[in-house]
């Protein structure tokens, strides 16, 4: 008896091995560079001696080297004796028909034919070539030097399995866990602005998880990892993340220098679809509206617009990490927001600050230009530049010039129309200053910067 469902895991092979599975639990740890691991613990009965046990079907790419079967009681009474991978394998006659309506490349003598597969014989395919002509093919399949196809079709994969060779000292029956790494899944955070005012705005994030290994994951606990990970075997890390959180939304902790996120229900994940999970509700937020000119390298520069906040003013929001992702930003919140830009946030920990671009300002303009440039010496030379904003709203608008500088650098003078102005914050590839651009009207800066090299 073989079963065909994904997860029972054991059938009959070579010796009367039963299975029975009172218990499934399926665990799915997802990383975000294309790296899952797949554990399940299941019930096996053993009878008296040595009997092979099959563990099906394991995800097409898993990493040998990775595949772990354990008891999850420490048992005398039950000897592992060796672990056999036996990788997917196909009938042709079968593939041929799941390629049915398939685009393919092969080579026939010394021509290299494209087209999509209408119909298959025994003998022969019925193409329709990779062409705006409206016609019919006719090609012997016994022909072909080498068949392409850009992906196998659904239903195609076939099944690997896990072969355990154990010996047991009498009947018995005992939960069994067996795990490995494979790729075939990604996952990222989806995050959506809503701009109410300069001072408030809702926000939402949902995780987007997205099948690539061709295999359905049916009712599987979840958990997605945020972090550069090493390809890592060892089981025991794995069992430390803890046990997932109830409630309605994703919990998250962090966990072995990572981020580790977990859903508290059981999810489905089909093959080859993206599935969105909620992490955190619509919320209002308070922060505040700035404009800035960053990495001005033209002589038109952009004013960019990005709202201010801070997670750790907000209870709701205060406790939570922010993995890497994309944010829409709607700049209303009328019949559900009108798109008005995206952003890309870094990985952010519990409490930061968030500065998210959400457009340019149509009403503000800048100019850049150099002004000033000499040699002092071999290794050092000083150059000056002049940013102008112009205004054209009916308010005074404070606008923060950001500018890029490498190497070593050191600030000698900066100014604009009131006098001297004093630095907001730098690092050593950044000096970044306020200016205050009345309606109507202009305000510039110029500074003098030295360089060594």
Known sequence: MRSWFWGIGCCLLCWQTVVSAPIRDVRLTVYTRDLLQYTETLIVDFRDGEQIVSFEPVLPGA????????????????????????????????????????????????????????????????????????????????????????????GAQGVSKLLWKVRSDGSRREPIRFSYLAPGANWRAAYHLWKIDANHAELQSDFSLENTSGTSLPDVQLTLVAGDVGLSTDQETNQKVGAAVTGKNASSNAWQGYQKFEIPQKVDIDAGSTLQLPYFPRTRIEGREQYVVEEATTQSAPVFTEFVFSLAKHSALGSKAMPWGEITVYGDTVNGGTFAGEDYLPAMPAGSEFAVRTGTAFSLRAHKERTHYRRLSRNESEESVRILVSNATTKTVPVILREMLFGSWQIVTATNSTGAIALQRSDATMAEWKIQVPAGGEEYLVYTVRYQR
């Open 63 to 154: 990493f040998v080297s990775s595949l772990r079967i354990e008891p999850l009681r420490s048992l005398k009474e039950l000897l592992p004796l060796s672990t056999r991978f036996v990788p997917s394998e196909f009938e042709i006659a079968d593939l041929w028909k799941q390629y049915r309506g398939q685009w393919i490349s092969f080579q026939q003598g010394n021509e290299r034919v494209e087209g999509k597969i209408l119909h298959i014989s025994d003998n022969h395919l019925f193409l329709q070539p990779d062409t705006t002509l409206p016609r019919v093919e006719l090609l012997d399949k016994n022909s072909f030097n080498w068949l392409s196809f850009d992906t196998l079709p659904v």
